[in-house]
């Protein structure tokens, strides 16, 4: 069974990075076709994709939505299975809860989810 | 960007109603298009793959439709456990992206 997890601060300054972790396991993230995908979604909001990882020959790689582009980096640890956010120069709109799933690659979802984090941006 | 407009955005509705939520892309997305239940406090989940096949521990009451811009859930003889938010998320084009949800409430 697969299984996601988050970890992190949950209180990050105003300007300063967010970084968040999330632990994969019963499946290796190096293995398959999967892409590895972190959302976000504010309080009483919706949901908002950040971006995606993959391996390369999965025709893999980084891809990420324009708005956070500059800001935020995805990516892998395959010794500690692990997949990571880093979104920098934070404010008060980036406060959301942050989770990260797996993407099969075949346009078919995101399954599973982890719990989530929230995570707020405040002084 | 391929933007998704989910309608409505709230629903109130009975025990037993057949509900439907539809969900119109802005670019031809094929039946790349998936739908997620979120219940307050977790996570979404998985309900639907390419528009119409249902997961595999997803009760056959719910089902999709539809191809190209026009997608719709339904959901037959709304059960208790059903009243959540629903949204749907194009995996066709990037940036993928989300529906704006609707809440299913009860009446």
């Known amino acids: 069974q697969v299984q996601l997890q988050e970890s992190g601060p949950e209180l990050v300054k105003p300007s300063q990075t967010l970084s968040l972790t999330c632990a994969v396991s019963g499946t290796s993230i190096s293995s398959g076709t999967y892409f590895w995908n972190w959302i976000r979604q504010p309080a009483g909001k919706g949901l908002e994709w950040i971006g995606r990882?993959?391996?390369?020959?999965?025709?893999?790689?980084?891809r990420y939505t324009p708005s956070f582009e500059g800001r935020v980096t995805i990516s892998m640890d395959t010794s500690k299975n692990q997949v990571s956010l880093t979104l920098t120069s934070v404010t008060a709109a980036d406060t959301a809860t942050y989770y990260c799933?797996?993407?099969?690659?075949?346009?078919?979802?995101?399954?599973?989810w982890g719990q989530g984090i929230r995570v707020t941006v405040s002084s | 960007d391929v933007q998704l407009t989910q309608s409505p955005s709230f629903l109130s509705a009975s025990i037993g109603d057949t509900v439907t939520i539809t969900c119109r892309a802005s670019?031809?997305?094929?039946?790349?298009l998936a739908w997620y239940q979120q219940r307050p406090g977790m996570a979404p989940s998985l309900l639907i793959v390419?528009?119409?096949i249902l997961q595999s521990d997803v009760p056959s009451r719910f089902s999709g439709s539809g191809s190209g811009t026009q997608f719709t859930l339904t959901i037959d003889s709304l059960q208790p456990q059903d009243f959540a938010t629903y949204y749907c998320?194009?995996?066709?084009?990037?940036?993928?992206?989300f529906g704006g949800g609707t809440k299913v409430q009860i009446k």
């Open positions: 990882i993959g391996r390369v020959y999965s025709g893999g790689g980084t």
């Open positions: 799933a797996r993407g099969d690659g075949n346009y078919r979802g995101f399954d599973p």
């Open positions: 390419l528009a119409s």
């Open positions: 670019q031809d997305i094929r039946n790349s």
């Open positions: 998320q194009q995996l066709q084009i990037y940036p993928l992206s």
